[in-house]
Protein backbone atom coordinates (compact mmCIF):
# COMPACT_ATOMS: atom_id res chain seq x y z
CA UNK A 1 0.00 0.00 0.00
CA UNK A 2 2.68 2.16 0.58
CA UNK A 3 4.50 1.43 -2.57
CA UNK A 4 1.35 2.30 -4.69
CA UNK A 5 0.74 5.71 -2.73
CA UNK A 6 4.33 6.68 -2.68
CA UNK A 7 3.85 5.49 -6.89
CA UNK A 8 0.83 7.81 -6.94
CA UNK A 9 2.66 10.78 -5.32
CA UNK A 10 5.79 10.78 -7.52
CA UNK A 11 3.77 9.99 -10.77
CA UNK A 12 1.88 13.90 -9.37
CA UNK A 13 5.20 15.77 -8.75
CA UNK A 14 6.62 14.15 -12.36
CA UNK A 15 3.26 15.64 -13.71
CA UNK A 16 3.31 19.03 -12.15
CA UNK A 17 7.01 20.15 -12.97
CA UNK A 18 6.18 17.82 -16.29
CA UNK A 19 3.34 20.41 -16.99
CA UNK A 20 5.33 24.02 -16.09
CA UNK A 21 8.02 22.76 -18.65
CA UNK A 22 5.52 22.41 -21.32
CA UNK A 23 4.56 25.73 -21.03
CA UNK A 24 7.96 27.45 -21.97
CA UNK A 25 9.00 26.00 -25.34
CA UNK A 26 12.13 27.36 -26.86
CA UNK A 27 11.97 25.97 -30.97
CA UNK A 28 14.59 27.11 -33.70
CA UNK A 29 13.85 26.47 -37.12
CA UNK A 30 15.77 26.17 -40.49
CA UNK A 31 13.71 27.42 -43.44
CA UNK A 32 14.65 27.32 -47.19
CA UNK A 33 13.47 30.56 -48.84
CA UNK A 34 12.70 30.06 -53.06
CA UNK A 35 11.27 31.87 -55.82
CA UNK A 36 9.60 29.03 -56.51
CA UNK A 37 7.64 28.26 -53.77
CA UNK A 38 6.16 31.77 -53.99
CA UNK A 39 1.86 31.44 -55.24
CA UNK A 40 1.68 32.96 -59.06
CA UNK A 41 5.95 32.73 -58.97
CA UNK A 42 8.18 34.70 -57.33
CA UNK A 43 11.80 35.78 -58.36
CA UNK A 44 12.96 32.66 -60.25
CA UNK A 45 16.89 32.63 -59.20
CA UNK A 46 16.16 34.29 -55.57
CA UNK A 47 17.19 31.79 -52.86
CA UNK A 48 17.77 31.93 -49.12
CA UNK A 49 17.64 30.73 -45.94
CA UNK A 50 15.53 32.11 -42.75
CA UNK A 51 16.62 30.87 -39.21
CA UNK A 52 14.34 31.53 -36.74
CA UNK A 53 14.46 30.69 -32.94
CA UNK A 54 10.92 30.90 -31.10
CA UNK A 55 10.31 31.73 -27.23
CA UNK A 56 6.79 30.44 -26.21
CA UNK A 57 7.33 31.90 -22.18
CA UNK A 58 8.46 35.02 -23.60
CA UNK A 59 6.42 35.13 -27.02
CA UNK A 60 10.13 36.35 -28.66
CA UNK A 61 10.98 35.91 -31.56
CA UNK A 62 15.05 36.18 -33.18
CA UNK A 63 15.66 36.01 -36.58
CA UNK A 64 18.50 35.45 -39.64
CA UNK A 65 17.35 35.95 -43.01
CA UNK A 66 20.09 35.11 -45.61
CA UNK A 67 18.82 36.27 -49.06
CA UNK A 68 20.53 35.97 -52.52
CA UNK A 69 19.82 36.77 -55.87
CA UNK A 70 17.19 38.85 -55.28
CA UNK A 71 16.45 43.12 -55.76
CA UNK A 72 16.12 45.58 -53.00
CA UNK A 73 14.18 44.18 -50.22
CA UNK A 74 10.73 46.10 -48.76
CA UNK A 75 9.41 43.63 -46.32
CA UNK A 76 9.84 40.38 -44.45
CA UNK A 77 7.15 38.50 -43.01
CA UNK A 78 5.17 35.58 -41.46
CA UNK A 79 2.64 34.77 -42.94
CA UNK A 80 -0.36 32.38 -41.54
CA UNK A 81 -1.20 29.61 -44.57
CA UNK A 82 0.35 25.69 -45.92
CA UNK A 83 2.23 25.70 -48.42
CA UNK A 84 0.43 26.38 -52.04
CA UNK A 85 -1.60 29.22 -50.28
CA UNK A 86 -0.92 32.86 -49.70
CA UNK A 87 -1.90 34.51 -45.96
CA UNK A 88 -1.71 37.44 -43.77
CA UNK A 89 0.98 37.97 -42.27
CA UNK A 90 1.13 38.08 -38.30
CA UNK A 91 4.74 38.39 -37.57
CA UNK A 92 6.78 41.75 -39.61
CA UNK A 93 10.39 41.85 -39.09
CA UNK A 94 9.99 45.04 -40.61
CA UNK A 95 12.41 44.92 -43.82
CA UNK A 96 15.16 43.72 -41.03
CA UNK A 97 17.11 40.88 -42.21
CA UNK A 98 18.18 39.81 -38.55
CA UNK A 99 16.84 41.12 -35.36
CA UNK A 100 16.48 39.76 -31.77
CA UNK A 101 13.79 39.76 -29.34
CA UNK A 102 11.01 40.85 -31.05
CA UNK A 103 7.75 40.25 -28.83
CA UNK A 104 4.70 39.29 -30.53
CA UNK A 105 1.59 37.34 -29.27
CA UNK A 106 1.38 34.82 -32.58
CA UNK A 107 4.71 33.28 -31.16
CA UNK A 108 3.12 30.73 -29.50
CA UNK A 109 0.36 29.90 -32.38
CA UNK A 110 3.48 29.39 -34.64
CA UNK A 111 5.28 27.12 -32.37
CA UNK A 112 1.61 24.69 -32.18
CA UNK A 113 1.45 24.53 -35.55
CA UNK A 114 4.52 25.38 -37.91
CA UNK A 115 3.81 23.98 -41.10
CA UNK A 116 0.74 26.76 -41.06
CA UNK A 117 3.01 29.19 -41.55
CA UNK A 118 5.91 30.49 -43.85
CA UNK A 119 8.23 33.06 -44.35
CA UNK A 120 8.23 35.34 -46.51
CA UNK A 121 10.79 38.15 -48.24
CA UNK A 122 9.03 40.70 -50.62
CA UNK A 123 11.42 43.07 -53.14
CA UNK A 124 10.74 46.35 -55.55
CA UNK A 125 10.42 44.09 -58.13
CA UNK A 126 7.88 41.31 -56.47
CA UNK A 127 6.27 43.26 -54.50
CA UNK A 128 3.53 40.25 -53.63
CA UNK A 129 6.88 38.06 -52.80
CA UNK A 130 10.17 37.41 -53.96
CA UNK A 131 10.96 34.03 -52.13
CA UNK A 132 8.78 32.04 -49.59
CA UNK A 133 9.58 28.87 -47.24
CA UNK A 134 7.31 27.01 -45.46
CA UNK A 135 8.30 26.49 -41.69
CA UNK A 136 8.75 23.30 -41.54
CA UNK A 137 8.15 20.87 -37.80
CA UNK A 138 10.46 20.65 -35.19
CA UNK A 139 13.39 18.11 -36.40
CA UNK A 140 13.30 15.00 -35.51
CA UNK A 141 16.38 14.71 -33.87
CA UNK A 142 15.25 17.35 -31.56
CA UNK A 143 11.81 15.46 -30.43
CA UNK A 144 13.89 11.89 -30.14
CA UNK A 145 16.26 13.89 -27.70
CA UNK A 146 13.90 15.15 -25.49
CA UNK A 147 11.97 12.21 -25.55
CA UNK A 148 15.22 10.15 -24.34
CA UNK A 149 15.81 13.19 -21.59
CA UNK A 150 11.81 12.71 -20.25
CA UNK A 151 13.32 8.78 -19.92
CA UNK A 152 16.43 9.48 -18.40
CA UNK A 153 14.91 11.33 -16.04
CA UNK A 154 11.98 8.93 -15.25
CA UNK A 155 14.90 6.34 -14.95
CA UNK A 156 16.56 8.29 -12.27
CA UNK A 157 13.67 9.05 -10.21
CA UNK A 158 12.79 5.38 -10.38
CA UNK A 159 16.47 4.18 -9.10
CA UNK A 160 16.04 6.35 -5.98
Known amino acids: MRLVIRTAFSAA ?12 IIVNYVVALSGAQEVGGGDPDGTGT ?12 NW ?6 IDAITGDHIHQA ?51 GQIPEPGTFALLAAGLLGLAASARRRAR
Open 82 to 132: PAGVNGGVVIDFGGLLSGTGLVDGDVSAVVANPTGYYVNVHTTVFPGGAIR
Open 50 to 61: ATLTLDTATNTI
Open 64 to 69: NIVVAN
Open 13 to 24: IALFFWAGSAEA
